[in-house]
């Protein structure tokens, strides 16, 4: 098959566990590059936790994409121009805020280098428990225990005490964070009160992102693909999240990892092996070949 694009989420996709490129995932996106086929790095992050792997793959100098935010920002590599599609308004984050806040969510506000984050004083102590016990600095409580942000995708990092008049910027996305069976049995409340406001998705089990209605990766990869003139069967997508699967249906073929989430592995064409199993490599053998 003649493929030109391959779009592919960042961490469980293309990163191992250890937040790396595999030798051999990283020599196989070089050579598919040198053969003319375009990246595209798509991911619930922002702009500068892109960068390094997108310099690791040289993909400025093959024309590569960014779809950051889970694609409320399109990066065209060659140019360097960014488009900001939209962002959520500041009355729906205030609901979105209290929710977390009635219900003990760990709650984010994310714009492009900066982090607004919330959580409770039981969080708290939960949180600086988990830091004692794994000889973490006292610090380092945003995001610990459910997942963790890197400190360098965001140049600043402010605590919020959780009230209506914190939120004072429109956001690129909003984020929860907790335990997965608590997030899991918040979610069909959640549809039912921002469903028709909001996209959401859990990139984890314990990490559940909000953008704004009709923003996800792929309506934004099919932005790309319209402006290059790139067919649906022309574009492979790897993911491993709930808010990689509206990109791999955008793809003429959606591949996930067996480290995925089980609605991914049900709407996938292809299921590859895991991200510490060279996954990506190993379909592309199979389908550039």
């Not at 900001?84 to 806040?101: E, Q």
Request: charged share 25%.
């Amino acid at each position: 098959m003649e493929i030109k694009l391959i779009a592919m989420d960042m961490d469980g996709t293309l990163l191992d566990s250890q937040s790396r490129i595999t030798t051999k995932t990283r020599e196989a996106l070089l050579e598919a590059q040198k053969q003319g086929i375009r990246l595209v790095l798509a991911s619930g992050r922002n702009y500068l936790g892109l960068v390094e792997s997108a310099r690791e793959l040289k993909m400025k100098e093959y024309g590569g994409f960014f779809l950051g935010v889970n694609g409320q920002q399109i990066t065209n590599l060659k140019t360097g121009e960014t488009q900001y599609i939209a962002r959520i308004s500041i009355p729906l984050a205030k609901k979105v805020l209290a929710y977390a806040v009635a219900n003990d969510l760990e709650f984010f506000a994310v714009l492009n280098d900066t982090l607004y984050n919330y959580f409770s004083p039981q969080l708290k102590k939960k949180k600086l428990e988990y830091a004692k016990e794994h000889h973490l600095p006292q610090e380092h409580l945003t995001a610990s225990v459910f997942s963790f942000v890197k400190k360098q995708n965001y140049e600043h990092i402010y605590y919020i005490e959780g009230k209506p008049e914190d939120i004072v910027v429109e956001a690129n996305k909003l984020v929860f964070a907790q335990e997965p069976e608590i997030l899991q049995k918040h979610i069909p409340a959640l549809q039912r009160l921002f469903g028709s406001d909001l996209e959401m998705g859990r990139t984890s089990p314990r990490w559940l992102e909000f953008t704004p209605k009709g923003i996800n990766k792929g309506s934004s990869l099919q932005a790309v693909m319209k402006q290059e003139k790139i067919k649906k069967e022309e574009v492979i997508a790897f993911g491993d999240g709930e808010n990689d699967l509206a990109m791999l249906q955008a793809a003429g073929l959606g591949i996930a990892m067996s480290n995925a989430m089980e609605p991914l592995r049900q709407a996938a064409d292809y299921i590859t092996l895991s991200n510490d199993e060279d996954g990506i490599a190993l379909a592309l053998e199979k389908y550039l070949d």
